[in-house]
């Protein structure tokens, strides 16, 4: 695997439900994004992770839970999550923060 | 007043064509300019990174950045069926603490063969 991968792929979830989205780079960068895509909406930065710390938070609401193992693996745990959270989800990595950043495919979620 | 502004298209042109795509914004501190190319179902991926303002030319793609007018265009020459995408503008402020990106809408361009 190279690059930034995400799993899984497509996600279809019931509000009481817990999941959790998987982000991994094969890049050896330092900082690590979640993002939020919403249909005619600019991408929205929830969470960065510099060195495994996390340095942001966007004013997310807590049933979204950011984890960072390591530098290599991100993970977003989902909880009781609402309708108007089904977006596509992109993870990014940059060798360090403020270097350019470099995306995944995304997880597509849909909360019924 | 948005911090970017993009056009969202849809944009539709004959393959072949020169296709301009455009950000304007309003932040003046804004130094670092980006392209960003999405493929249905796919991630963002870089086309293009400008620092300032200038032209920076890349095949058959150009990032021009004009920083008097608050305004950023990306050129395609002869565009081809595989440039088929949403188009991103990104920008941020210079400084190793400012790494917030601010994205545009995005354009979604049509290449008719």
């Known amino acids: 695997e190279t690059g930034v991968t995400q799993t899984p792929r497509h996600l279809v979830m019931g509000m009481t439900n817990k999941k959790s989205l998987k982000c991994e780079q094969h890049?050896?960068?330092?900082?690590m994004y979640w993002y939020k895509q919403s249909a005619k909406k600019p991408l929205e930065l929830m969470f960065v992770y510099n060195f495994k710390e996390q340095t942001e938070n966007n004013s997310v609401p807590s049933r979204f839970s950011p984890e960072c193992p390591n530098s290599s693996h991100l993970f977003l745990h989902l909880h009781t999550l609402q309708p108007e959270d089904s977006a596509l989800y992109l993870c990014a990595s940059s060798p360090y923060r403020g270097d350019t950043q470099y995306f995944g495919p995304g997880t597509r979620l849909t909360v019924l | 007043q948005k911090e970017v502004e993009q056009d969202p298209g849809p944009l539709s042109v004959p393959e072949g064509a020169i296709v301009s795509l455009n950000c304007t914004y309003s932040n003046s501190a804004f130094q670092y300019f980006m392209w960003y190319r999405q493929y249905s179902r796919k991630g963002p991926e870089l086309l293009m990174y400008t620092y300032s303002s200038g032209n920076k030319e890349d095949g058959r793609f150009t990032a021009q950045v004009d920083k008097s007018s608050k305004y950023i265009s990306l050129f395609i020459r002869d565009s081809q069926p595989s440039d088929s995408a949403t188009y991103l503008c990104a920008m941020r402020r210079s400084g190793g603490s400012n790494y917030k990106l601010t994205f545009g809408k995005g354009t979604l361009l049509t290449v008719n063969p």
């Open positions: 890049l050896g960068h330092n900082a």
